[in-house]
């Protein structure tokens, strides 16, 4: 926890060096253990290319490709905190692809999860033709 920031309000992106002198691997795989222990979401970055230690340079795929989608992902969570999310239909006929994580979306992105049940939208849509008749019915008469 000594090279972990704790704050899980801000996205984290752990770099595992791929030196030639230093276990960035190991590295890598011990500090996002120690997220994921205490719940905390970090992007782990580890470059294809081997580095001596005193090669300042960030390798060409860990620039381009990796830290580029880290700072994208940053940005859409920074644009997404205070929005709520809407997860319509919950568990259908017992397939649970649509439950998303209530922790993670409130904790760490910062939104308010809600759901609504297919029951519950079917029961809007059948109230909201039944008020359009009674609706239409006073206007008409």
């Not at 290319?49 to 990796?66: L, R, S, Y």
């Not at 319509?88 to 922790?103: K, L, W």
Request: some cysteine; charged content about 20%; proline content about 4%.
């Amino acid at each position: 926890m000594e090279t972990m920031d704790m704050t899980p309000q801000i996205p984290k992106a752990v770099w595992g060096f791929n030196g030639t002198e230093r276990p960035g691997a190991v590295y890598l795989a011990a500090v996002l253990s120690g997220h994921n222990q205490k719940g905390i979401p970090a992007f782990g970055i580890y470059g294809r290319e081997v580095q001596d230690a005193g090669d300042e340079n960030i390798p060409g795929d860990v620039a381009a490709g990796k830290i580029l989608q880290f700072a994208k992902a940053g940005l859409v969570v920074a644009q997404m905190r205070g929005k709520s999310y809407l997860a319509m239909g919950g568990v259908s006929m017992g397939d649970r692809g649509s439950i998303v994580d209530q922790a993670l979306f409130e904790n760490y992105l910062g939104m308010r999860v809600e759901t609504i049940d297919m029951t519950e939208i079917l029961r809007r849509i059948d109230r909201g033709s039944t008020m359009r008749k009674n609706f239409n019915a006073r206007c008409s008469g």
